[in-house]
C-alpha cells in the first residue's frame, strides 16, 4: 500500500505539522500538498497548473478545506492513521462543532426556502473571494516575503501566523519549480509547437514566481498557476491585474495567450471576471484588454466564465459598443454595473474611494473590494413571500406545514393595511436576524478551523495585522445576504391592500382560506386578485409598496454586524433558484397558485407581469435608493435577437441602459433570444445544445435547466424599443 504522504498528501501535512498551531498547521498541509501531489503537462493548454486534476481523490484548499475519498485505499489509509479516519477533518467534519443553533435555523432546506446560509458549513467554500493577484504579479513571491519579515517585527507574539504565509509561498514556489523540472523532462521528447511551448515555460519558470513576469506570456502563466494552486474562483479584476502586461507585450503572443487562458477559464468553471470601470478621479479604466477580451468572448460564445463589465459617466463609445455586440451574441455576457451607484454604495459602508473603485464581483455577481476585503458572498438568503406567508399562516409553511415563522396571532385582527405592514415587517426581521446570527456562528467557526493562509497572503489587511483572511484581518469584512421574491410580495401585498382594506370586497379570513384551498371553489377572488396591478409598470400605488418594504429591508440588515467586523447588505441574486423558490412557496395573493414555478427572477417583475414597456419597468425600479444595495442588485430583461441585429436597435438599448444609470440603476443583465427558439429548445433539446440564456446571476445552456426554470425564464418579458 501507498504511503499516506503521496496518496493523501494534504492529510498527512495535517497530522505531521511540527505545530498545532491551526494556520500553520494547514500551511504545512498545503506545503505537503505542492511538495508530493502527481504532476503532468499538456503543452497544447500552453500554460501548466491545475495539479490535482489527474488525481483519483478531489483535494481542493478552496477558502477553506475539502477533501473526498473516493477508493478504498485511501479510506484504509486515513482511518488506520494516527487510529482516526480523517474523513472528520474539515469542512466536513466532526471537528466542526454541530452546534444545535445551526442545525435548527437551517432545516428549512432549500426546497422551503426560509433561509439558507452558504454551503450550510459542509461543503467546500466559506465564500468565493478575490485575491490581490495584482499584487502577486507586480512583487512576485520575493516581494511578498519582504513584506511579511516587515509586518513581522511590527507584531509581536504572531510568528506562527508569518511563518505559515512564508511556508504557502514555499509551497507555491516548490509547485512551479517542480513544472519546470516537468518541462525539461518532457521537452526531449517533444516536437513541433509543443517543444517552443516547452521553451517558453521553462524561459518563464526561470524567472516567476519570484521575480514579477516580463512579458504577456509569463503574466498568463504565473496568473494561471496562483488563481488555480489552491483556488478557481474569480479572478477579480483582470484587465486591471493584466492589462500593462499585455500592452506592453513584444512578442506576438499575447491573443493567442489571451484565447488559451479563456479555454483554461471555461473548462475550469471560472466565476467572475471583471473589467473597465473608473479610477478614484473618474478616469475610463478600459484597456487594450478589455477589448480583446470581449472579442475572444464573442469569438469563442462560451457560458463561462461570467463576465462583468463596469460602467460610468465618463465610459467611452467604443466600451459601450464592445459591450453590446458581445450580449448581441447571446451569451447573455457581459452583466452592466454602474459605478455612479455601486461606488457610493460601498462608501455608505465606510469604504473610502480609492478602495470603493476597486470593487469586483465575486460568484455570480456580488460585491467584492479587489485585495482588499472578505465580503462573504452569501452568508444567507431569504425569501421574502416566505415572511407574508407566515404572516397569513400564523408562522407555519405551506409546504411543510412546519412553523419557521413567528406567530403574530389571526390575521383577521388587522383592522388597517398599516397594520398588517407593522406584522408582516417583524416577520421579515425575524428572518433576517436569523440568517445573520446563523451567519456569524458560520464565521466563527470558519475562523477557528479554516485559516487560509495563501488568500490571507494576497489580501490587504492580513499581512499588516497579523490576522487571518477568515478571522478579520482583511481591510474590510461586510456581509452579504440575498432576497428572493420580492416582485412577487409586493403584487400581492397591492392586491391585499386594495380588495380587504380599501374597497373592503374580501375580508382577511376568506383569503386566507383561499390561498389554504390554492384558489379552489374561490375563482372570482382569484380572478380579482390575480389581475390586480403588479409591479413594473411604473403604477405609483405599486411601487410606492415596493419602495417601502425594500427600503427597509435593506436598511434592517445594516444594522446587524458581522464577525468579520462589517455589517451585513443586501443583494438580489437568484442564481439557479427562483423557479424552486416558486415550486415551494405556496399560493399567494398576486394569484401565484402552490407549486407554480413562475417567481421573480431578480428586482425586477414577475416574469410576464411588466406589460408597459422596459421604460416603465425601468421607472419602477428606479424609485428604490439603489444605492442601498451593498451585494449585486440583479435586474433582468429580455430582448428579442431583432433588437441587436441592427445598429439602430443597438443604439436604442444603449440609450436605455445609459438613462438607466444616469437616473441610479446598480445592474442590468440582459437576454438577447428569440421566445420561438427557446420553446422550440424545450421540444428539441438535440438542435439547441449551444444555445445560452442568462439566468440569474450567471450564463448557462439553456437545455441543461430544469423544466420549471426554463419556463420560468421563457415566460419573462420580451423587451423591444
Known amino acids: 500500500m501507498r504511503r499516506l504522504e503521496t496518496i493523501e498528501p494534504f492529510a498527512y501535512g495535517y497530522l505531521h505539522s511540527p505545530r498545532k498551531n491551526m494556520e500553520y498547521r494547514i500551511a504545512n498541509s498545503i506545503y505537503c500538498f505542492a511538495k508530493n501531489i502527481q504532476l503532468s503537462i499538456d503543452p497544447k493548454s500552453f500554460f501548466v497548473g491545475t495539479p490535482w486534476a489527474n488525481q483519483p481523490l478531489g483535494v481542493r484548499f478552496k477558502s477553506s478545506c475539502s477533501m473526498s475519498f473516493e477508493t478504498t485505499e485511501i479510506k484504509k489509509s486515513l482511518k488506520n492513521a494516527k487510529g482516526r479516519f480523517l474523513g472528520t477533518l474539515f469542512l466536513q467534519c466532526?471537528?466542526?462543532?454541530?452546534?444545535?443553533?445551526?442545525?435548527?435555523?437551517?432545516?428549512?432546506?432549500?426546497?422551503?426556502?426560509?433561509?439558507?446560509?452558504?454551503?450550510n458549513l459542509w461543503g467546500v467554500g466559506g465564500g468565493h473571494g478575490n485575491p490581490d493577484y495584482k499584487l502577486l504579479l507586480d512583487s512576485g513571491t520575493d516581494g511578498l516575503r519582504e513584506k511579511i519579515e516587515k509586518f513581522r517585527a511590527l507584531n509581536s507574539g504572531k510568528d506562527d501566523f508569518y511563518d505559515a504565509l512564508l511556508l504557502t509561498l514555499d509551497a507555491f514556489d516548490l509547485i512551479c519549480k517542480r513544472y519546470k523540472e516537468k518541462a525539461e523532462e518532457t521537452l526531449p521528447s517533444a516536437t513541433g509547437k509543443d517543444k517552443e511551448t516547452l521553451k517558453r515555460i521553462i524561459s518563464a519558470l526561470e524567472n516567476i514566481p519570484q521575480k514579477s513576469p516580463r512579458n504577456f506570456f509569463e503574466a498568463c502563466q504565473f496568473f494561471w498557476l496562483s488563481f488555480s494552486f489552491l483556488d478557481i474562483d474569480s479572478p477579480g479584476l483582470f484587465d486591471y491585474t493584466l492589462g500593462k502586461y499585455y500592452e506592453e507585450d513584444k512578442t506576438g503572443l499575447r491573443y493567442e495567450c489571451l484565447k488559451k487562458l479563456w479555454e483554461l477559464f471555461h473548462t475550469t468553471r471560472t466565476w467572475n471576471l471583471c473589467v473597465g470601470g473608473s479610477n478614484e478621479k473618474g478616469e475610463d479604466m478600459c484597456n487594450e484588454l478589455t477589448y480583446d477580451l470581449l472579442a475572444v468572448a464573442?469569438?469563442?460564445?462560451?457560458?463561462?466564465?461570467?463576465?462583468?463589465?463596469?460602467?460610468?459617466?465618463?465610459?467611452?463609445?467604443?466600451?459601450?459598443?464592445?459591450?453590446?455586440?458581445?450580449?448581441?451574441?447571446?451569451?447573455?455576457?457581459?452583466?452592466?454595473?454602474?459605478?455612479?451607484?455601486?461606488?457610493?454604495?460601498?462608501?455608505?459602508?465606510?469604504?473610502?474611494?480609492k478602495d470603493a473603485h476597486l470593487y469586483c464581483m465575486n460568484g455570480c455577481n456580488q460585491i467584492d473590494i479587489y485585495g482588499k476585503s472578505h465580503m462573504g458572498l452569501e452568508d444567507g438568503e431569504f425569501n421574502v413571500a416566505k415572511a407574508l406567508e407566515y404572516l397569513l399562516f400564523r408562522g407555519k409553511c405551506s409546504y411543510t406545514k412546519k412553523k419557521f415563522g413567528l406567530d403574530l396571532g389571526d390575521p383577521s385582527r388587522y383592522k388597517t393595511f398599516d397594520e398588517l405592514m407593522t406584522g408582516f415587517f417583524k416577520e421579515i426581521d425575524y428572518m433576517i436576524k436569523r440568517v445573520?446570527?446563523?451567519?456569524?456562528?458560520?464565521?466563527?467557526?470558519?475562523?477557528?478551523?479554516?485559516?487560509?493562509?495563501?488568500?490571507?497572503?494576497?489580501?490587504?489587511?492580513?499581512?499588516?495585522?497579523?490576522?487571518?483572511?477568515?478571522?478579520?484581518?482583511?481591510?474590510?469584512?461586510?456581509?452579504?445576504?440575498?432576497?428572493e421574491g420580492l416582485p412577487d410580495t409586493v403584487d400581492s401585498l397591492v392586491a391585499i391592500k386594495h380588495y380587504v382594506f380599501d374597497e373592503k370586497k374580501y375580508d382577511m379570513k376568506t383569503l386566507v382560506k383561499a390561498l389554504m384551498k390554492n384558489y379552489e371553489g374561490y375563482e372570482k377572488l382569484y380572478k380579482d386578485f390575480s389581475s390586480y396591478h403588479k409591479f413594473g409598470n411604473d403604477i405609483d400605488e405599486v411601487d410606492e409598496i415596493y419602495k417601502e418594504v425594500t427600503h427597509h429591508i435593506y436598511n434592517y440588515a445594516l444594522t446587524l454586524e458581522t464577525f468579520r467586523g462589517g455589517k451585513f447588505?443586501?443583494?438580489?441574486?437568484?442564481?439557479?433558484?427562483?423557479?424552486?423558490?416558486?415550486?415551494?412557496?405556496?399560493?399567494?395573493?398576486?394569484?401565484?397558485?402552490?407549486?407554480?414555478?413562475?417567481?421573480?427572477?431578480?428586482?425586477?417583475?414577475?416574469?410576464?407581469?411588466?406589460?408597459?414597456?422596459?421604460?416603465?419597468?425601468?421607472?419602477s425600479v428606479l424609485k428604490v435608493d439603489q444605492t442601498l444595495a451593498k451585494s449585486g442588485n440583479v435586474l433582468q430583461m429580455k430582448f428579442s435577437k431583432s433588437q441587436f441585429n441592427t445598429k439602430e436597435g443597438k443604439e436604442g438599448f444603449k440609450a436605455l441602459a445609459k438613462t438607466y444609470f444616469r437616473m441610479g440603476g446598480q445592474t442590468l443583465q440582459i437576454n438577447v433570444v428569440s421566445r420561438e427558439e427557446l420553446l422550440d429548445a424545450k421540444v428539441h433539446p438535440e438542435k439547441h445544445q449551444n444555445l445560452v440564456v442568462r439566468v440569474g446571476g450567471f450564463s448557462e445552456y439553456f437545455v441543461r435547466l430544469s423544466p420549471g426554470l426554463q419556463d420560468n425564464i421563457i415566460k419573462r418579458t420580451e423587451n423591444g424599443l
Open 94 to 119: 466532526a471537528m466542526f462543532p454541530r452546534a444545535t443553533e445551526t442545525i435548527d435555523a437551517a432545516h428549512c432546506s432549500l426546497k422551503t426556502q426560509l433561509m439558507r446560509w452558504n454551503k
Open 298 to 353: 464573442r469569438e469563442y460564445k462560451f457560458n463561462t466564465p461570467n463576465i462583468t463589465m463596469r460602467f460610468h459617466k465618463n465610459s467611452p463609445e467604443e466600451a459601450w459598443n464592445a459591450a453590446i455586440d458581445t450580449l448581441a451574441t447571446g451569451i447573455g455576457m457581459p452583466a452592466i454595473y454602474n459605478d455612479e451607484c455601486v461606488v457610493p454604495a460601498m462608501e455608505k459602508l465606510g469604504i473610502p474611494k
Open 436 to 483: 445573520a446570527d446563523t451567519s456569524n456562528k458560520a464565521q466563527v467557526i470558519y475562523a477557528k478551523y479554516g485559516p487560509n493562509p495563501w488568500r490571507s497572503t494576497l489580501t490587504e489587511g492580513c499581512v499588516e495585522s497579523g490576522l487571518d483572511y477568515k478571522n478579520k484581518g482583511p481591510l474590510y469584512g461586510h456581509g452579504q445576504i440575498l432576497t
Open 569 to 619: 447588505g443586501i443583494g438580489c441574486s437568484t442564481f439557479q433558484r427562483a423557479a424552486e423558490y416558486g415550486e415551494h412557496t405556496g399560493a399567494l395573493p398576486n394569484g401565484k397558485k402552490k407549486e407554480d414555478t413562475t417567481f421573480a427572477d431578480s428586482i425586477g417583475a414577475v416574469p410576464g407581469c411588466d406589460t408597459h414597456g422596459p421604460t416603465a419597468l425601468l421607472n
